[in-house]
């Protein structure tokens, strides 16, 4: 079992910046490839970001060059820090995790285990 927190969500004007943590607890985290998504209202949820358990990342394109995803396995959180934030951003954000035995794979489907999500909202 792995429990996943986030937090850091809020309140940001269009242009501004946000970090979001996901803090991990309970089994090995070292295993699970990790994952951003969010939701918007009346939308679909789709992935944001990913990484692998070797430190690799992928983006989606809406957010490559504004979105930075990283890991610190010492604290076993992941974190996703957000610039030029636009309205569109605005949703609730969840973090995933999937084990994996592949150190340079990560994932947007079949997660395992979901935060309850953080609302960033980004007012025009």
């Known amino acids: 079992q792995l429990q996943l927190v986030e937090s850091g969500g809020g309140l940001v004007q269009s242009g501004g910046s946000l970090t979001l943590s996901c803090v991990a607890s309970g089994a090995d985290w070292f295993d699970y490839a990790i994952g951003w998504f969010r939701q918007a209202p009346g939308k679909e949820r789709e992935g944001v970001s990913c990484?692998?358990?070797?430190?690799?990342?992928d983006y989606a394109g809406s957010v490559k060059g504004r979105f930075t995803i990283s890991r610190d396995n010492a604290k076993k959180t992941v974190y996703l820090q957000m610039n030029s934030l636009k309205p569109e951003d605005t949703a609730v954000y969840y973090c995933?995790?999937?084990?994996?035995?592949?150190?340079?794979?990560?994932?947007?489907?079949?997660?395992?285990?979901w935060g309850k999500g953080t609302l960033v909202t980004v007012s025009s």
């Open positions: 990484i692998t358990t070797s430190h690799g990342v």
């Open positions: 995933a995790a999937r084990h994996t035995i592949w150190p340079g794979v990560c994932y947007y489907t079949d997660m395992e285990y």
